[in-house]
Each structure stands twice: as C-alpha cells, then as structure tokens.
C-alpha cells in the first residue's frame, strides 16, 4: 500500500506538537497476539501512515452486517442531507446528547466534516437513540481518512458489529446505563480506596460513575486517546473498563494526603483527565491498566446482563435523570438504631449498583423479633440479598451484604456448610469504616481469623441486629456470580462465604497464602 493522506482534516502544526510521526511506516503480517502485544506497546503511536494502515486492516476485519452503509451511500446521501446548508445551523443527532465533538488538532475543515458524518450515520442507523461516545470516535477516524466518505465507512461497520463475543460501543440508553453501573460495581471492587474517597466527596458517587465514558470519550487529550484506542480495535470493550480504573487510581493518587476539599469531585476528575499529560504518561497510564487483574469477559459479561435486567425491570430504558444513592436511602422512610442515614448512604454506596436503585426495608431487628436465630432465618428466607448489621454492648458497629438467600443453608441436609457467592462482603463502621471484600486466592489453607462468626447474645444483652433486604426483588433475579465456576475456582473451598444453622450463623470466606 501506498502512502496515503491522512492529515486532510488535521492542523498540521497541532498535530505535530501532539503527536510527532517519528514511528515505523510498515508492519509486516502478525498473528492476533503479536497485534495485541504490538497494540499495547504502541508500536504504531507514532506514524500517522501506519496507524492509518492499522485501523483500515482492524475495521475491516470486524464481523458486521450483511448490508453496511459504505463510501458510496455517504456520496449519495451528503448532499441531500446537509444541501447547502452550514452545519453551524444543523443540529447534531439527538443521540450524541449535545456531547461536543472534540477538535482532537482537528482544522476548520475537519471539524466540520465531522459534524456532516455524525448527520449521515443517525439517517443510516435509525435505531441508535443513544451514543454519546460517537463524535470522538468519528473525530479520531477523521485523522486517518482520506476523505468524509472513508471515515463515515469505517464508523459505520464498528457500529454494525454483530459478532456477540465483541462489543465496541453502547448505541441505547439501556446498554449506556448498564456500561454505567458496571463500571461502578468494578470500580467498587477494584478501587476500593478511590471509591471511599467518591463516596466522602460527593452526594452521590453512582453519578461520579456515570461519566466515566465521558473521561475516555472526549476529556482524555488526542494522544491517550489514540493509545486506548489502538487496543480497544484490537482487544474490545473490557479496555475501556480497564483504562478507566486505572484513571481512578491515578486520581486518587493525586489527592491522596492533601487536605484540599473540592465542592465538584466529579468536575475534579474531568479536569484531572483532561490534564492527565501532567502527571501520567499513556505508557504508564496504560501499564497500570493492565496490571488490574480484572474479571474474565464472561463474568463481566454476566454482570452487564444482571444490571441490564434490573434496569429493564425498573423501566429505565430511556434516557432520564439517573436515581441518586440518596433517594435510595430516603431519609423520611429510614429508620435505625444501629447506623445514621449518612452511615446507610456510605453502605449503600458499595452494594452493587443493581441493587442500589432499591428501598432498604427492614424486614428483622432484634428489637422487634427477639435473638432467636430461629426467627432471623424465619423473617429473611426467601429474601435476596439481605444487609445485616450488627451493634455490640461496647458501641462497635459491623455488618455483612449476603447475597444469596439464607434458605439456601437447608440444602445441606442441617449441616453446616458453606453457600453464597463472591459478591459477599463484610464490613465495620465504627470505631473506623472498613470494607473487607472476597479475593480470589488458588490455594487456600484455614487459619484462624478466617471467617467472621456472628453469633447472637442472650436476651438479656444489649445488642442490636438488623437485616435490611431490597424490595421488589424476585428470588429468580440471580447474581452474575453465583458459583465457583464462574470464577473457575480449582477448589470448592475458595467459594466459602456465608454459612448458618440453629447455633451461629458465619459469614466470610477462607484465605491462604
């Protein structure tokens, strides 16, 4: 192939300040794992020519529909479309959500062919009603296009994927949302730190979470941006997972020790990414990412369906104002004698999000029902998931999210034994907040703190048990972790969280070393 322009659209001068094209022009033929590993090392970062080549051979290697608008259609539609007309007085496509393209060093030119492709692709995808992802892409795609037609093509066949082991980019509001609150249950779990730091400065991190797209698509600087990029045509959408929590850790690291307070956490890391050249390179932003040891795509993919049917059965599907933490946690509605509505908000915060758009219900207390496990089990089988929380003689508060119902302990015939799944955790709030979330760990042995074991004192202590449950919660709607399987675990004794019978009831899982 010969060389080729790419740089129509582009301010030359920017651009060369931005990205110098210093790299390789030729990349012989590679397997799969040689371009992965060669997308990830940024092998061609820096050519514009060879970037090009790249994109051009990964696009056309994306499994889409049988009919994909091409070159052509967008010569044939253009004109009619845009006419004569300005785009200055064209409205960009409802879908985009007023999301400004970013000029990415583009010119005057670009810019608005930009404007004019996003027209083109909302007439040819009518069932896109949500995307505001698209302008940056479409800007990028610009910069290694030789002309509107080329770039509108490639965006097309990235958006008619339909190979269903690879996912590129949420065209609805409901696969949005469900990007959304998936972050969030990885970010709680893989940031836990970071996430703490969201949950103290913001009302509501649930919406902290909601612009984590917005950080990769449109805030992150052209040159981070091409990098991610790079691996996201190669790799798909668990990439973009893994970027932005490694966005999150570096955020927190940049605030952890100063005593500065923000009134706008989420505006703070916005402008962070955006600055982001200041503290972190891409190499370094990118080796961070992959250092996370994430979630296979299957179970994040089992994640995804699991918040996507809960939205579904919320009838979030449409775009609205997302439900904040703390009309979850109505202050009018809760009542406890064990935590404070500040205290259930920061519990409720790290639940996963599915069930975090619920109403707390109080369906056991001690105070009410007595100390008998017998009627804890009574009150709370057929519920799932509960939160227990627990109040000592000495003030100490602790508790536990189950997330698997406790009826489930009969099935072992009155034995104790352990069930639950992963996404199980315990925690303290007093005398200092702590969350103690399950790792995966290949050989486990027992020790002897290795499970928290919660047993009720006698009527006449002074302690205080409560088991909070989400409403309107069928037993069929099923956590994405529900076995040792999806965690292909090599031993049975790594799945151990929650157990109970008529004399104590155990939470927590064994670790080793």
């Known amino acids: 192939m010969g060389t080729r322009e790419y740089n129509r659209f582009v301010d030359p001068d920017k651009m060369e300040a931005m990205i110098p094209d210093l790299g390789p022009k030729n990349i012989i033929n590679v397997d799969f ?13 820096k050519s ?39 785009t200055a007085s064209l409205p960009l496509p409802e879908f985009v959500e007023n999301s400004l ?28 009603s949500y995307c505001p ?9 610009l910069h290694y296009s030789i002309d509107e037609a080329e770039c509108f093509e490639k965006t097309c066949h990235i958006l008619a994927c339909n190979d269903p082991n690879k996912r590129f980019i949420d065209q609805s509001f409901l696969a949005f949302e469900t990007s959304c609150m998936t972050f969030g249950d990885l970010a709680t779990k893989y940031c836990q730190a970071a996430h703490r730091l969201l949950v103290e400065a913001s009302e509501d991190v649930f919406q902290v979470y909601s612009d984590w797209l917005r ?46 307070e923000s009134e706008n956490v989420k505006q703070d890391i916005r402008k962070f990414v955006r600055d982001i050249h200041q503290t972190v390179s891409p190499e370094k932003l990118l080796d961070k990412a992959f250092s996370i040891r994430l979630f296979s795509r299957k179970e994040i993919y089992l994640l995804q369906m699991a918040n996507e049917a809960v ?60 100390y008998s496990l017998t009627r804890l089990y009574y009150h709370c089988d057929g519920h799932e998931p509960t939160l227990l929380l627990l109040k000592t003689t000495e003030k100490e508060v602790c508790g536990a999210y189950l997330s ?30 702590q969350r103690y979330v399950w790792v995966v ?46 965690f292909h675990l090599p031993s049975k004794t790594e799945s151990m969280f929650m157990a109970g019978n008529n004399d104590c009831i155990i939470i927590g899982s064994w670790i080793g070393s």
Not at 104 to 126: D, R, S
């Open 33 to 45: 794992q040689e371009i992965k590993q060669l997308a990830r090392q940024g092998y061609w970062a």
């Open 48 to 86: 514009h020519s060879l970037r090009g080549k790249v994109y051009q051979r990964l696009i056309e290697e994306i499994p889409c529909r049988t009919v994909t608008p091409d070159a052509s259609v967008y010569s044939d539609i253009v004109g009619k479309i845009v006419g004569k007309r300005s």
């Open 101 to 128: 393209a970013p000029t990415y060093c583009l010119n005057p030119q670009g810019e608005e062919a930009v404007q004019k492709i996003l027209l083109c692709i909302a007439n040819q995808f009518p069932d896109i």
């Open 133 to 141: 992802t698209l302008p940056a892409i479409v800007a990028l795609l």
């Open 215 to 260: 950080w990769l698509f449109g805030d992150l600087p052209l040159s981070y941006f091409a990098r991610v990029f790079d691996v996201f045509l190669v790799e798909g959408y668990k990439v973009l997972y893994r970027v932005a929590l490694s966005i999150l850790k570096f955020f927190y690291k940049s605030r952890v020790g100063k005593t500065t």
């Open 311 to 370: 939205l579904k059965q919320k009838g979030i599907t449409v775009k609205h104002k997302r439900m904040f933490v703390h009309l979850a946690v109505d202050p009018g509605n809760f009542k406890s004698e064990i935590v404070t509505v500040k205290e259930m908000r920061d519990i409720w915060s790290w639940i996963p999000e599915r069930f975090a758009l619920c109403q707390p219900l109080l369906i056991f207390s001690t105070t009410q029902h007595g």
């Open 404 to 433: 698997t119902d406790w009826k489930d302990r009969n099935k072992f015939g009155g034995k104790l034994s352990f069930f639950g799944t992963g996404e199980c955790f315990v925690f303290r709030l007093k005398p200092r907040v």
């Open 441 to 486: 760990i290949k050989h486990p042995e027992p020790v002897k703190d290795s499970a928290t074991v919660l047993q009720p004192t006698t009527s006449g202590s002074s302690s205080q048990m409560e088991d909070l449950q989400n409403p309107d919660h069928p037993s069929s709607r099923l956590s994405p972790f529900l076995a040792a399987r999806h």
